[in-house]
């Protein structure tokens, strides 16, 4: 057997491997992080550390995950057509944002016809967060089994629209007291979104991102406890928000690092909730001149998700850069996880990634950078107030550049748009969005705003005539 499958020593695969560097040193080979981590050419059981293991706690309604439609619309007629569509062709749940959500009149008919004890539904509201929550609640009809999802979460509406027409603590204490009077009636409900996606969006590292899902989710917790409620009804009540893009190792390991961190913030806090993850696709991924790699990004996004033990995941349109997506484009959202699902089976495995000396430690490191940053938050005084003294974009701003110089450089690459360029790419449907006015008030910060990565080769392709 030794003799079929030999078991090389790291000695043997030095050997190798500076035969094959030829005059290069053997360290050009560890790549470093926006984190500072350091990406070793090789893991083994001599350098790594003991197995870990941070599986989903079970599956969605008998699926591996929950597969989660977005669907953004302001006619109350034409969302609801899309919201069943959807469902019929596959989703298990739904989340809704857009004009849609401004009152429960046009909520109620969007979601006509929809079991919504059978079909979780979720807002993204941003600072509205607590009006569409009321608006949800009737739409539900006093129901005790429906399952809602208010995904209320202020701060990061805040960090993206650097304004806010209260004071962010009058927001934060509005979406507290929102939650704690709808608990009794629905107890089935999820109040809070706990994101970090805000800091991937604007080109934050990892570990800023999960540091700033940890740190959301204590001003949430303190919060409730204010208005009321328990920490274990409010860390029950809340749903952990990550991004995940085309790079699926330190995806899937970033969903591993979060349900790590969220099982020592339980300590802390003397409670025990199983942590539940929504992952979206990332839109600073996205190309817009040539949509159509956007499904291979797409697709490595899913498997992230997948993989790492996202209890949901959302995919975009592969048209997303350019609006919002049509029903061609969800539909292929939908297809592509169904396709993960049912004909891959990524989820025939609990935590597929364990064992793997390599995932398993970019797991524990993230977790760690991840912590870092959260504990650096907390001697800030907290989210508001590392947000009000822009420490928290200062540092995701340097890490953008970091991010895009290796772009301009050549050292990073993205497929369709620096690499493997169409010369004439095909367009692809979508919807036209609605501008959305500034935020204005009594509250401001330097805005954590999105960027996409392609955005700027694709200004370069459009002054050359391409």
Same mark, same amino acid.
């Given at each position: 057997?030794?003799?079929?499958? %030999?078991?090389? &020593? +790291?000695?043997?695969?030095?050997?190798?491997?500076?035969?094959?560097?030829?005059?290069? +040193?053997?360290?050009?080979?560890?790549?470093?992080?926006?984190?500072?981590?350091?990406?070793?050419?090789?893991?083994?059981?001599?350098?790594?550390? +003991?197995?870990? &293991?941070?599986?989903?706690?079970?599956?969605?309604?008998?699926?591996?995950?929950?597969?989660?439609?977005?669907?953004?619309?302001?006619? +109350?007629?034409?969302?609801?057509?899309?919201?069943?569509?959807?469902?019929?062709?596959?989703a298990a749940s739904v989340l809704l944002k857009g004009a849609v959500l401004a009152d429960s009149a046009p909520l109620s008919r969007a979601l006509e016809g929809v079991a919504l004890e059978l079909a979780p539904v979720g807002l993204d509201a941003g600072l509205d967060g607590p009006e569409a929550a009321n608006a949800l609640a009737v739409a539900a009809k006093g129901s005790p089994r429906a399952r809602l999802m208010f995904h209320m979460d202020p701060l990061s509406a805040f960090a993206e629209a650097g304004a806010a027409p209260r004071t962010i603590d009058e927001h934060l204490m509005l979406a507290a007291n929102t939650?704690?009077?709808?608990?009794?009636?629905?107890?089935?409900?999820?109040?809070?979104?706990?994101?970090?996606?805000?800091?991937?969006?604007? #080109?934050? &590292?990892?570990?800023?991102?999960?540091?700033?899902?940890?740190?959301?989710?204590?001003?949430?917790?303190?919060?409730?406890?204010?208005?009321?409620?328990?920490?274990?009804?409010?860390?029950?009540?809340?749903?952990?928000?990550?991004?995940?893009?085309?790079?699926?190792? =330190?995806?899937?390991?970033?969903?591993?690092?979060?349900?790590?961190?969220?099982?020592?913030?339980?300590?802390?806090?003397?409670?025990?909730?199983?942590?539940?993850?929504?992952?979206?696709? &990332?839109?600073?991924?996205?190309?817009?001149?040539?949509?159509?790699?956007?499904?291979?990004?797409?697709?490595?996004?899913?498997?992230?998700?997948?993989?790492? #033990?996202? =209890?949901?995941?959302?995919?975009?349109?592969?048209?997303?850069?350019?609006?919002?997506?049509?029903?061609?484009?969800?539909?292929?959202?939908?297809?592509?996880?169904?396709?993960?699902?049912?004909?891959?089976?990524?989820?025939?495995?609990?935590?597929?990634?364990?064992?793997?000396?390599?995932? =398993?430690?970019?797991?524990?490191?993230?977790?760690?950078?991840?912590?870092?940053?959260?504990?650096?938050?907390?001697?800030?005084?907290?989210?508001?107030?590392?947000?009000?003294?822009?420490?928290?974009?200062?540092?995701?701003?340097?890490?953008?550049?970091?991010?895009?110089?290796?772009?301009?450089?050549?050292?990073?690459?993205?497929? #369709?748009?620096?690499?493997?360029?169409?010369?004439? %790419?095909?367009?692809?449907?979508?919807?036209?969005?609605?501008?959305?006015?500034?935020?204005?008030?009594?509250?401001?910060?330097?805005?954590?705003?999105?960027?996409?990565?392609?955005?700027?080769?694709?200004?370069?392709?459009?002054?050359? #005539?391409?």
């Amino acid at each position: 057997m030794s003799d079929t499958f %030999p078991n090389p &020593s +790291p000695a043997d695969w030095r050997a190798l491997a500076e035969k094959a560097l030829k005059d290069r +040193p053997l360290e050009s080979l560890v790549h470093l992080d926006a984190d500072g981590l350091a990406v070793r050419p090789l893991y083994a059981a001599v350098t790594g550390g +003991p197995p870990l &293991s941070a599986p989903r706690p079970s599956d969605a309604e008998g699926r591996a995950w929950d597969v989660r439609t977005l669907v953004e619309g302001d006619d +109350p007629v034409a969302t609801n057509a899309a919201v069943l569509a959807d469902l019929v062709g596959g989703a298990a749940s739904v989340l809704l944002k857009g004009a849609v959500l401004a009152d429960s009149a046009p909520l109620s008919r969007a979601l006509e016809g929809v079991a919504l004890e059978l079909a979780p539904v979720g807002l993204d509201a941003g600072l509205d967060g607590p009006e569409a929550a009321n608006a949800l609640a009737v739409a539900a009809k006093g129901s005790p089994r429906a399952r809602l999802m208010f995904h209320m979460d202020p701060l990061s509406a805040f960090a993206e629209a650097g304004a806010a027409p209260r004071t962010i603590d009058e927001h934060l204490m509005l979406a507290a007291n929102t939650a704690a009077r709808h608990a009794g009636a629905y107890p089935e409900a999820a109040f809070f979104m706990a994101g970090g996606r805000v800091v991937h969006e604007a #080109g934050g &590292s990892i570990g800023q991102e999960l540091g700033f899902v940890a740190a959301n989710a204590v001003a949430l917790v303190k919060a409730s406890v204010a208005a009321g409620m328990t920490v274990e009804a409010a860390l029950k009540g809340t749903v952990l928000g990550v991004s995940l893009d085309q790079e699926y190792f =330190d995806g899937l390991a970033k969903v591993r690092a979060l349900r790590l961190m969220w099982r020592t913030l339980n300590r802390a806090f003397g409670v025990e909730t199983p942590a539940v993850i929504e992952a979206r696709s &990332s839109r600073r991924m996205l190309s817009a001149r040539d949509p159509w790699p956007n499904l291979l990004r797409l697709t490595a996004a899913g498997y992230a998700g997948a993989v790492g #033990g996202a =209890d949901a995941v959302v995919l975009d349109g592969l048209s997303r850069a350019n609006g919002r997506s049509d029903a061609f484009a969800r539909r292929q959202a939908r297809n592509t996880q169904a396709v993960l699902m049912e004909e891959a089976h990524l989820g025939r495995v609990d935590d597929p990634a364990a064992g793997s000396w390599f995932l =398993d430690a970019r797991t524990r490191d993230l977790a760690e950078a991840g912590w870092a940053e959260f504990q650096r938050i907390e001697a800030e005084d907290g989210l508001v107030t590392a947000l009000r003294t822009g420490n928290i974009q200062d540092r995701a701003a340097a890490a953008r550049a970091e991010r895009e110089a290796a772009l301009a450089s050549g050292a990073s690459q993205l497929v #369709g748009v620096t690499k493997f360029v169409d010369p004439d %790419p095909r367009p692809a449907p979508f919807e036209a969005e609605t501008l959305r006015l500034p935020q204005t008030g009594s509250d401001v910060c330097k805005p954590l705003t999105p960027i996409r990565l392609a955005a700027p080769f694709e200004t370069q392709a459009r002054e050359a #005539g391409q």
